[in-house]
Each structure stands twice: as C-alpha cells, then as structure tokens.
C-alpha cells in the first residue's frame, strides 16, 4: 500500500514556469492581486513573485494545466503574462 502511495505522489509532472506581466508588478497591490488569484487556477502548485525582476514563478501539474491556460488565467485579472525564455533568463544574470 505505501509503494502504491509513492508511486503516485512522485509520478506527478511537476513544471516550472517563470513569468512577467503587463502591466508590470510594481508593488506589494500588483504581488497579493496576482497570489490571490492565480493561485485558484486549476493545477498550480506553487507561485512566487520578485519585484526586483518583476517576474512571477509558478510550479505547476502539467497532467492538470499547461503555461498556456495558466496565461489565460492572468487574462482574468487584467493582466498581458508571457513566458520567460531561458535565454533572455541567462542574459539578465
């Protein structure tokens, strides 16, 4: 019985995403408004946000939701997300 539970728990297709939005998150606002909401979206796990990138980090399960639909949350709340490349990550560092 507890292999059959580890077997599940650790099969999940956990995803990261790394976001940024438009308007930009400016402020602690920008930050709750997008925690309070976003999180409600189906599959997201986690969600973390840096004003100093003004970047929003989203772990989600990729069996319930993908980045697109996660997008599309965003839409909800008035708010243009797209993805962050890996390269443009790279050049910020």
Known sequence: MVLALATVCFGKDIRTVVL???????????????????????????????????????????????????IKGFKKIKYEASEVKKDKENKQK
């Open 20 to 70: 940024t939005t438009l308007p930009e998150m400016h402020c602690a606002n920008c930050e709750k408004k997008i925690k309070e909401n976003i999180r409600f979206e189906k599959g997201v796990k986690s969600i973390k946000t840096d004003l100093k990138t003004k970047t929003v980090i989203i772990e989600y399960d990729a069996a319930k939701t993908n980045v697109q639909d996660i």
